[in-house]
């Protein structure tokens, strides 16, 4: 199991994360969205069964926003 952690507010919008994973992520005004993620505290959260392109999403996040736990 894999952890998807997403600080919210830190979000700038650039999308790469949606390009690069829009399995898990799109795009929502300004924010990215974690496609069925939990939120709470202003932190999101999903667990995956595989890292797939969660890993790419995450390093490409210029704010580094994106954590994945494998």
Partial sequence: MVKIIQEIEKCIGCGACAALDPTNWEMNGDKAVLKG????????????????????A?????????????
Avoid: H, L, R, Y
């Avoid at 995956?48 to 790419?56: C, Y």
């Avoid at 995450?58 to 494998?70: F, G, M, R």
């Fill in 58 to 70: 995450a390093n490409s996040c210029p704010t580094q926003c994106i954590k994945v736990e494998e």
């Fill in 37 to 56: 993620g939990t939120e709470s505290s202003g932190i999101a959260t999903k667990d995956v069964d595989a890292v797939g392109a969660s890993k790419d």
